[in-house]
């Protein structure tokens, strides 16, 4: 059974800084790129950042490029997004997706819901809040 479980979300002042992580099993995580994704209130669900299974491509949403950093482990089985310079727009939960693609450059697409389908597995979200 695939779970993937994200961490590290809270409270933080505009300007200040947050490191999400995720965890995912059940899975060879390194036959999957991994992505984070958001979704504020009223708002639909947004790519954040992905990397592709070995970590060397990236991909970052335009909004957050400069401030936010994708990374994983993979003897860890985990996934990183270090956010600085945090705004309150930055305020949403934050999901994160296990989507697989064992070569190439990031699988990474936002799915009509949270419920695994094939081989795209995502976690319950944590919640950021940025405040003023």
């Known amino acids: 059974q695939v779970q993937v479980v994200e961490s590290g979300g809270g409270l933080v002042q505009a300007g200040g800084s947050l490191r999400l992580s995720c965890t995912a099993s059940g899975l060879t995580f390194d036959d999957y790129s991994m992505g984070w994704f958001r979704q504020a209130p009223g708002k639909e669900r947004e790519k954040v950042s992905c990397?592709?299974?070995?970590?060397?491509?990236?991909y970052y949403a335009d909004s957050v490029k400069g401030r936010f950093t994708i990374s994983r482990d993979n003897a860890k089985n985990t996934l990183y997004l270090q956010m600085n310079s945090l705004k309150p727009e930055d305020t949403a939960m934050y999901y994160c997706?296990?989507?697989?693609?064992?070569?190439?450059?990031?699988?990474?697409?936002?799915?009509?819901?949270?419920?695994?389908?094939?081989?795209?597995?995502w976690g319950q979200g944590t919640q950021v809040t940025v405040s003023s």
């Open positions: 997706a296990a989507m697989y693609g064992p070569a190439g450059p990031p699988v990474c697409f936002v799915t009509s819901s949270l419920v695994a389908v094939g081989r795209n597995y």
């Open positions: 990397i592709n299974w070995n970590g060397i491509s990236t």
